[in-house]
């Protein structure tokens, strides 16, 4: 700190003024200062280098729905049944997260539309520890899922998280095969399901419900896969190739159908939902 931000902050008559942190922010891609405003006006994506900055349910919410969503209650789910305990209680790390977002867990569903077509959106929270998968998201996806159905309506599913959540340990990879049940649900009930991957998308998120989709689309240059690329080098002791993991190499090799670009995406869901649920005209 400066001597003229000491004595101007020991001066009780001089007002605060806004200081570098909340009027710049610092791309953690190419480095560059951008006005924080100009940042947010352009959906949270780097103006210099087009890296998508990561957003919550809220900002998602807000982006992509129709004015008027409504935002869908958390299940409420038995909380750290195993009692689990690292350098803090986990019960101490989910207060934590939640005072911080102010959210309930890493995954919140809202019921609204796109461009006046009706769905049900989840969006997964990388904020709240790491937008890991426990009972807590298990429960609001399948509930997500059947709200879609009650609703007759498609499921839109937004990833971002590390993986299974290790304080649940088994309970937390018994949501793999639960999620999956919940999509073949949607299946039956004829109704698409569509996956959106944000950076990043990881773990046993990836190995369920984030490649599941009927269709599969991607921000630019979202991590996506299972294990780290560091671990899988050291597995099969070869150097993998430039841009391995990323949105663009898996569109190129098949595992994805389409990267597109925030500023874009409502426009582009809005097309897909015409192609997968068709509006029908009034008799």
Not at 77 to 84: G, L, M, R, S, T
Not at 88 to 113: H, P
Not at 114 to 132: H, K, T, W
Request: charge should be positive.
């Amino acid at each position: 700190m400066s001597w003229l931000n000491r004595v101007r902050n020991k001066i009780p008559f001089l007002p605060k003024r806004e200081t570098t942190e909340n009027l710049w922010h610092k791309c953690p891609e190419c480095g560059a200062m951008v006005f924080l405003k100009e940042y947010e006006e352009n959906l949270y994506v780097c103006p210099r280098c087009d890296h998508h900055g990561r957003i919550g349910p809220a900002l998602r919410f807000g982006m992509l729905l129709d004015p008027g969503y409504s935002v869908l209650p958390s299940p409420q789910v038995k909380e750290d049944p195993p009692k689990f305990r690292d350098t803090k209680r986990y019960s101490d790390r989910i207060k934590a997260a939640r005072a911080a977002t102010g959210e309930a867990d890493a995954l919140l569903n809202a019921q609204g539309a796109i461009e006046g077509r009706p769905l049900v959106m989840g969006v997964q929270d990388f904020a709240f520890m790491g937008g890991s998968m426990g009972m807590a998201v298990g429960a609001a996806f399948v509930a997500g899922a059947r709200a879609a159905i009650a609703a007759r309506c498609p499921y839109l599913i937004v990833t971002a998280s590390g993986g299974a959540r290790m304080q649940e340990a088994i309970l937390s990879l018994m949501q793999l095969p639960r999620t999956t049940v919940a999509i073949s649900e949607l299946r039956e009930a004829g109704l698409p399901y569509i996956v959106l991957l944000a950076d990043p998308t990881t773990g046993g998120v990836t190995a369920s419900y984030a490649m599941l989709g009927d269709i599969q689309l991607a921000e630019p240059g979202a991590l996506i896969g299972f294990a780290g690329q560091r671990v899988i080098e050291s597995t099969i002791r070869e150097k993998l190739p430039e841009g391995f993991q990323r949105a663009e190499y898996l569109l190129e090799h098949g595992m994805i159908d389409m990267v597109v670009p925030r500023r874009d995406l409502r426009a582009r869901l809005a097309l897909l939902l015409d192609y997968l649920t068709p509006r029908r005209e009034a008799a």
